[in-house]
């Protein structure tokens, strides 16, 4: 019987493949001890936002200005994500990431919306659309790259936070009328129609994010439905 050190497979070529898996097993360890904490601070952030279901619109600011601080959080560790996944290709763990990036960029983006992130001496701008440029901004990371390998935002991950935002805002808008705001309602509903509009011009090739973009229609006539609503009972603000 040959012994095993004369073998025609040299043994050392799987230990130096285990040696890469247990490599590859470590960054994903340390990926997810960086998710878990990114996860339970935008469940902080989405504590924060979820108050402006019952809260009068002129009363927002001190909603806005704790999910701005909350979101500071969220940012420095998708610094620590990035600076952990700079090392190894970009496709190769962005899977592990991508719903908590999602889940990110509508809190900032819904943060905006409601009036966040103006130029310092702005007077605050709700009902706002911040651009992924801005948002990559915001966060301290750049957007769709195209000709590097390194840690980015997608178009793909901005545009589900999108469609996230416009979720959140057909509740919102039933919500305003229970508080007696009947002029958000109206305002919400051009909003949506307007990205509706924008997600119609795009040729979509991902799956999901085709599927998803097909509910906004859904959700547009959700609000229609609230607005119909109210001009039935004459509380349409006039003008």
Same mark, same amino acid.
């Given at each position: 019987?040959?012994?095993?050190?004369?073998?025609?497979?040299?043994?050392?070529?799987?230990?130096? $493949?285990?040696?890469?898996?247990? %490599?590859?097993?470590?960054?994903?360890?340390?990926?997810?001890?960086?998710?878990?904490?990114?996860?339970?601070?935008?469940?902080?952030?989405?504590? @924060?936002?979820?108050?402006?279901?019952?809260?009068?619109?002129?009363? $927002?600011?001190?909603?806005?200005?704790?999910?701005?601080?909350?979101?500071?959080? %969220?940012?420095?560790?998708?610094?620590?994500?990035?600076?952990?996944?700079?090392?190894?290709?970009?496709?190769?763990?962005?899977?592990?990431?991508?719903?908590?990036?999602?889940?990110?960029?509508?809190?900032?983006?819904?943060?905006?919306?409601?009036?966040?992130?103006?130029?310092?001496?702005?007077?605050?701008?709700?009902?706002?659309?911040?651009?992924?440029?801005?948002?990559?901004? #915001?966060? &301290?990371?750049? @957007?769709?790259?195209?000709?590097?390998?390194?840690?980015?935002?997608?178009?793909?991950?901005?545009?589900?936070?999108? #469609?996230?935002? @416009?979720?959140?805002?057909?509740? $919102?808008?039933? &919500?305003?009328?229970?508080?007696?705001?009947?002029?958000?309602?109206?305002?919400?509903?051009?909003?949506?129609?307007?990205?509706?509009?924008?997600?119609?011009?795009?040729?979509?090739? &991902?799956? #999901?994010?085709?599927?998803?973009?097909?509910?906004?229609?859904? !959700?547009?006539?959700?609000?229609?439905?609230?607005?119909?609503?109210?001009? $039935? !009972?004459?509380?349409?603000?006039?003008?």
């Amino acid at each position: 019987m040959a012994s095993p050190s004369n073998g025609m497979v040299d043994p050392a070529i799987f230990e130096h $493949l285990q040696q890469k898996i247990d %490599e590859d097993t470590g960054v994903r360890d340390k990926i997810r001890e960086i998710l878990q904490t990114l996860e339970k601070q935008d469940r902080a952030t989405q504590a @924060v936002l979820s108050r402006a279901h019952s809260t009068p619109t002129a009363e $927002l600011s001190s909603i806005v200005t704790a999910a701005q601080s909350s979101i500071d959080h %969220e940012v420095d560790t998708i610094s620590k994500l990035a600076a952990a996944v700079s090392p190894h290709p970009y496709y190769k763990f962005n899977h592990m990431w991508t719903r908590q990036m999602q889940d990110a960029c509508f809190s900032v983006i819904y943060c905006g919306y409601l009036g966040g992130y103006t130029k310092a001496g702005s007077e605050a701008k709700p009902r706002r659309l911040l651009t992924i440029e801005e948002v990559g901004e #915001i966060m &301290n990371i750049p @957007v769709n790259l195209k000709d590097q390998d390194a840690f980015h935002l997608t178009i793909e991950e901005y545009l589900l936070a999108l #469609i996230s935002l @416009v979720d959140e805002l057909s509740r $919102l808008a039933r &919500n305003s009328v229970t508080l007696g705001d009947y002029s958000r309602p109206l305002q919400i509903s051009q909003f949506i129609k307007d990205l509706h509009a924008g997600f119609q011009i795009l040729n979509l090739k &991902n799956d #999901i994010l085709r599927k998803r973009s097909d509910g906004i229609k859904y !959700r547009v006539k959700e609000v229609e439905d609230v607005v119909y609503d109210l001009s $039935l !009972r004459d509380l349409v603000p006039k003008g």
